[in-house]
């Protein structure tokens, strides 16, 4: 499961990569973002209902209700912030947004955490001349229910969620199940307007040898861009 990456991609650049024209791109003079938690802000690449691509800011993971089992209360609400490739046509929590409302997450790396009490932090990034060069995974998006909007304290009025599969051949030592769906640029509009059969054809394993563990420690919670890698 992830539940940490970064976005460190200045704005322009972001722009650029994902073919958003200027008067599409809503992040402002937004900064780099090197560590994003759930039901935090990102930068999302979503279709507008005439068939553009935007840039928008979202918070990361559906939101459910939640109930203490002991007490009867409400909690506060469950972020799901990783949809599983198996259950996108399955689960009535993904399946509309994976039919109507597929999204690029614009990422730098992506951590998991292997081990506890400490639990040891890897960063996965591409490899690349540059030390973090941009990519996008897979996302879903939806408007956050009006009744659990009031629970986030930074409130976009939209939710992405991030699709995983299974581990490939670098990340299954730190995380023996799952990563997230990483797309190749030739991939991004296929996975934004193509049918159902073909947004479910890529989802699958992001080539190891194009991959690497740039940070590696305890408690490395903030990715870092002008590190090198190990």
């Given at each position: 499961?992830?539940?940490?990456?970064?976005?460190?991609?200045?704005?322009?650049?972001?722009?650029?990569?994902f073919?958003?024209?200027?008067?599409?791109?809503?992040?402002?003079?937004?900064?780099?973002?090197?560590?994003?938690?759930p039901?935090?802000?990102?930068?999302?690449?979503r279709?507008?209902?005439?068939?553009?691509?935007?840039?928008?800011?979202?918070?990361?993971?559906?939101?459910?209700?939640?109930?203490?089992?002991?007490?009867?209360?409400?909690?506060?609400?469950?972020?799901w912030?990783?949809?599983?490739?198996?259950?996108v046509?399955?689960?009535?929590?993904?399946k509309?947004?994976?039919?109507?409302?597929?999204?690029?997450?614009?990422?730098?790396s992506?951590?998991?955490?292997?081990?506890?009490?400490?639990?040891?932090?890897?960063?996965?990034?591409?490899k690349?001349?540059?030390?973090?060069?941009?990519?996008a995974?897979?996302?879903?998006?939806?408007?956050?229910?009006?009744?659990?909007a009031?629970?986030?304290?930074?409130?976009?009025?939209?939710?992405?969620?991030?699709?995983?599969t299974?581990?490939?051949?670098?990340?299954?030592?730190?995380?023996?199940?799952?990563?997230?769906?990483?797309?190749?640029?030739?991939?991004?509009?296929?996975w934004?307007?193509?049918?159902?059969?073909?947004?479910r054809?890529?989802?699958?394993?992001?080539?190891?040898?194009?991959m690497?563990?740039?940070?590696?420690?305890?408690?490395?919670?903030?990715?870092?861009?002008?590190?090198?890698a190990?």
């Open positions: 499961m992830c539940n940490l990456y970064s976005s460190t991609t200045a704005v322009e650049a972001m722009r650029q990569l073919e958003v024209s200027v008067e599409n791109s809503h992040l402002g003079n937004a900064e780099p973002r090197p560590a994003i938690w039901k935090y802000r990102a930068p999302v690449v279709l507008t209902e005439a068939g553009e691509r935007e840039l928008v800011e979202m918070n990361w993971g559906f939101l459910t209700k939640k109930v203490s089992k002991k007490t009867g209360k409400e909690l506060k609400p469950q972020p912030n990783n949809a599983r490739d198996d259950a046509m399955k689960n009535g929590l993904w509309n947004s994976f039919l109507n409302r597929r999204c690029l997450v614009p990422a730098s992506f951590r998991e955490a292997k081990g506890k009490n400490p639990a040891e932090d890897f960063w996965f990034a591409l690349s001349n540059e030390p973090r060069p941009p990519f995974m897979a996302g879903l998006w939806q408007p956050t229910p009006p009744g659990l009031g629970t986030l304290d930074d409130n976009t009025g939209l939710s992405h969620t991030v699709v995983t299974t581990a490939n051949e670098i990340v299954r030592p730190i995380h023996p199940t799952r990563m997230v769906v990483i797309l190749d640029p030739a991939d991004y509009e296929t934004l307007q193509g049918s159902p059969d073909e947004a054809s890529l989802l699958r394993p992001f080539s190891p040898q194009r690497q563990i740039v940070q590696q420690g305890f408690r490395v919670l903030q990715d870092d861009p002008t590190s090198e190990l």
